[in-house]
């Protein structure tokens, strides 16, 4: 197995990949949800004690949470995480408290809106230098040999991947890149459920990294509840069938371009 692929999930199921991940995709919670009555008890233990981890871990075993936030998915998936990720039980219960109990009923008994564009996420992020340089312009990006991210819109990227590395695909890109002479094309998702349109998410991933190409690598930048072993069609998705692609968490993405 492409070990990107390992140490994407090495991160998410060991470490705080929540609260890290929030750097990359720092989103506001703000959905509707609807409860169970079942366990609304121990809610309410847990939200008069203050009892962060408690609450939120209870609130997951609902059918639907009582906000939106695109962290929820991975706890629901594995309770686990609760306990490895405190900054963002944090956050998520601070937001539960400024509620008050009795609007976190009503929210909890409505019905879940449908997620938030979060795909620029991933640029605001390369934007404040995260991966140790910042993007830059076609023309100083062609003009030079030193490691450089190309600044510009998904369809500029593409023009750009067509143009000077044969890619072979109308679809736009999130990533060109260059590291250590070595030119790199990605496609970046955060999928935070499963079915719907998180399936053509993946696709899109799937089509960029398969994609051809001339001098340049593939990859796909996923982040999200894949990486949670064996809870989704997309872990095992990526495990078997594309195991030995360059597909890895952002989180390790500059590990990556610094190696090649």
């Known amino acids: 197995m492409n070990k990107w692929i390992e140490y994407s999930v090495d991160y998410a199921n060991q470490r705080s990949y929540l609260d890290d991940l929030f750097q990359v995709y720092p989103t506001i919670p703000n959905g509707i949800r609807e409860v169970d009555e079942e366990i609304w008890k121990e809610i309410e233990i847990a939200f008069k004690k203050q009892d962060n981890a408690s609450l939120v871990r209870h609130l997951c075993r609902l059918e639907k949470f009582p906000i939106k936030d695109s962290y929820i998915a991975f ?19 601070g937001t539960l408290y400024d509620m008050g109990f009795d609007k976190l009923w009503e929210k909890s008994t409505e019905p879940k809106e449908t997620n938030t564009q979060i795909g620029p996420m991933f640029k605001h ?6 991966l140790g340089i910042l993007p830059v312009s076609a023309n100083e990006f062609s003009s030079t040999i030193d490691n450089a991210i190309l600044k510009g819109s998904d369809t500029e990227l593409n023009r750009f991947a067509k143009e000077h590395l044969g890619y072979g695909k109308d679809k736009g890109l999130d990533f060109v890149a260059r590291f250590n002479g070595k030119y790199i094309l990605g496609e970046t998702k955060f999928i935070t459920a499963i079915g719907g349109n998180q399936n053509n998410s993946f696709t899109d991933v799937i089509t960029t990294l398969t994609a051809s190409v001339e001098n340049a690598t593939c990859i796909g930048i996923i982040d999200g509840i ?23 968490s952002s989180l390790v993405l500059r590990e990556f371009l610094y190696q090649i």
Do not use: G, H
């Open 226 to 248: 894949p990486w949670l072993k064996d809870k989704s069609r997309y872990y095992t998705e990526i495990t078997t069938n594309f195991s030995e692609y360059n597909i890895m």
């Open 125 to 130: 992020w390369i934007d404040k230098k995260s």
């Open 75 to 93: 706890l629901k998936l594995d309770l686990d995480s609760v306990d490895r990720n405190p900054q963002t039980i944090n956050r998520i219960a």
